[in-house]
């Protein structure tokens, strides 16, 4: 149980284009959802933290104007990256919370690969 | 201060050998989980082993122990009996109560398993 996809796994687009990514819990309801964006042999960094049905709270120096976050469900949470460049270019990972915190863990998704040509 | 300290940016074990990655934390919360995930080149995280600040026992998962000194702030992963497969990315993670829920992760330590 309590699997996290999200869609699409890679994407490539072009400069100036906006991109959606989905986050989706598929055997469990997620009261929170988590944004991270990861750098070539770093670690992750958390973006924002999104409730559904309220807006999502960024983290210091991510602009949420450029990464909207839509929580619009206990299921789905989408990120768009509005006008991407190539800086933008990262790996993405959500994860979220169970209604059923028996020990605290977030579940991770997969990740999506975005690069910006 | 980092919450989540990994000394070791990189470790090398050889085949069906034992080894430790450390972690040490830092809190002042009195409840808090300390989690371990594997990130493999695809990416994905997996999630090892838990264990939590007030329990007793160190928590073992298979081949996966967390040895939890917790008077030292530390919670290093002991993987037993390595396997090229498990050759990856590991970190170390915490969560406090406190803090609205955010993961804290340390940088990571890259395991290679030599045949």
């Known amino acids: 149980g309590a699997v996290v996809s999200q869609h699409p796994s890679w994407v490539i687009c072009k400069s100036g284009t906006s991109v959606k990514i989905e986050c989706r819990s598929l055997d469990f309801q997620a009261t929170t959802m988590f944004w991270y964006r990861q750098f070539p042999k770093q670690s992750l960094m958390l973006m924002a933290t999104?409730?559904?049905?309220?807006?999502?709270?960024?983290e210091q120096g991510v602009e949420k104007d450029k990464f909207l976050i839509n929580h619009a469900s206990l299921t789905l949470s989408t990120l768009t990256v509005t006008s991407a460049h190539p800086e933008d270019s990262s790996f993405y990972i959500c994860?979220?919370?169970?209604?059923?915190?028996?020990?605290?863990?977030?579940?991770f998704g997969p990740g999506t690969r975005l690069t910006v040509t | 201060a980092q919450k989540i300290t990994q000394t070791q940016p990189g470790m090398f074990v050889q085949e069906k050998e034992a080894v430790t990655l450390d972690c040490t934390y830092d809190?002042?919360?009195?409840?808090?989980?300390l989690f371990w995930y594997k990130q493999p080149s695809s990416g994905e995280m997996i999630f090892l082993i838990y264990?939590?600040?007030?329990?007793?026992q160190n928590a073992t998962e298979g081949r996966y122990s967390l040895n939890f000194q917790k008077a030292r702030k530390s919670a290093n992963l002991v993987i037993s009996a390595s396997q090229l497969g498990d050759s990856a990315m590991y970190f170390c993670a915490m969560r406090e109560v406190g803090t609205g829920n955010q993961f804290y992760f340390g940088t990571g330590t890259s395991l290679t398993v030599i045949p």
């Open positions: 809190t002042s919360d009195p409840s808090y989980g």
């Open positions: 999104s409730n559904e049905g309220s807006k999502a709270t960024y």
């Open positions: 994860s979220a919370d169970s209604l059923d915190r028996g020990r605290d863990e977030q579940y």
């Open positions: 264990q939590g600040s007030y329990d007793q």
